[in-house]
């Protein structure tokens, strides 16, 4: 088929696609021009074009400050957490849903475990400060019962634990219709030849449901990993001055506390295309290691 055909073919797909396309190049791609003040002393009153080219000046401060190197280890630590204990989550509660024989319950589980998806980051924490607060229902019960009792919400120490139960009760949901539907495409047919040669139950998991959710696994790893360096700014920036500085500042609130707060907007553009620059190679690893595996990842070979 030609190109002018498959354009006749799809221009009804096309037409809805351009919306989302004019979204991107407005919101990502035309401010990328921006990058160029990481290289200057930006100054508001000139623009881009008139301001003091200082080459790499801001970059020599910024992986001299100490601050600095905080907000990128609590950046790591806390993604490597959240891909530890929250990216397994979805893929089991998919498996535990998929035995659910009832297409009804099916539906309602999955619709009241993808609600929290729509709340906002206010919500969420505001939800969790009433569970698990300094006034909150679990303090409660520890008073009632003359135990000491422990502000979770207020703690540095189980900070990262807390963003992250944070995170997969908001959008483990979001995973678990993304599983489903990959769990949706494996033909029935092949469960009904694993049963007739023996194969139980978990032999049919192993053999036939993981491979066939494989490709949908290694690409939300890669997408996973292209935006590991993103760990939540509301969401931090909401919690920050609870536990302090020390524990919740990541890239984002580091550029926008000591770039944009400090009206050194050109520190932070140095600090934002840090995280760029290293997102993009950790994507780029990540769809190298899918091919390796035999899966398309993001693009194919």
Same mark, same amino acid.
């Given at each position: 088929?030609t190109?002018?055909a ?43 074009m ?28 806390? @993604?490597? &957490?959240?891909?530890?204990?929250? +990216? ?5 509660? %998919?498996? $535990? *849903? #998929? ?20 709340? @906002?980051? &206010?919500?969420?924490?505001?939800? +969790? ?5 300094? %006034?909150? $229902? *679990? #303090? ?22 807390? &963003? ?85 500042d ?19 553009a ?23 595996f ?8």
């Amino acid at each position: 088929m030609t190109r002018r055909a498959r354009l006749r073919r799809d221009k009804t797909l096309l037409l809805m696609t351009i919306p989302a396309l004019a979204l991107v190049v407005v919101f990502n791609y035309l401010p990328m021009f921006g990058v160029i003040t990481a290289f200057e002393f930006y100054d508001p009153l000139v623009g881009v074009m008139h301001s003091q080219f200082i080459g790499l000046d801001n970059f020599r401060q910024l992986f001299g400050d100490p601050l600095f190197w905080t907000a990128v280890e609590n950046t790591l630590a806390i @993604s490597a &957490v959240q891909l530890a204990l929250y +990216f397994p989550i979805p893929i089991m509660l %998919a498996l $535990l *849903l #998929n035995t659910v024989v009832s297409n009804k319950i099916r539906a309602f589980v999955s619709a009241v475990i993808y609600l929290p998806h729509f709340f @906002s980051w &206010v919500l969420v924490i505001s939800v +969790f400060l009433q569970m698990l607060g300094g %006034a909150g $229902l *679990l #303090n409660a019960f520890l008073i009632h019962h003359h135990v000491t009792p422990w502000n979770v919400m207020t703690d540095p120490s189980t900070f990262k634990l807390l &963003v992250t139960s944070q995170a997969v009760w908001k959008e483990a949901g979001w995973g678990v219709i993304v599983f489903l539907a990959a769990l949706a495409a494996i033909d029935p047919a092949l469960y009904e030849a694993a049963a007739a040669d023996g194969a139980g139950r978990w032999r049919r998991m192993w053999h036939i449901t993981l491979p066939g959710m494989r490709g949908v696994i290694v690409l939300m790893l890669v997408l996973r990993l292209g935006n590991a360096l993103t760990v939540g700014f509301e969401q931090m920036l909401i919690q920050r001055d609870a536990v302090g500085h020390e524990a919740a500042d990541v890239l984002d609130t580091f550029a926008f506390y000591y770039g944009i707060g400090t009206s050194n907007y050109s520190y932070g553009a140095a600090a934002g295309l840090f995280k760029s620059v290293i997102s993009l190679l950790l994507i780029y690893g990540a769809n190298r290691l899918a091919h390796a595996f035999g899966e398309d990842g993001l693009y194919r070979k």
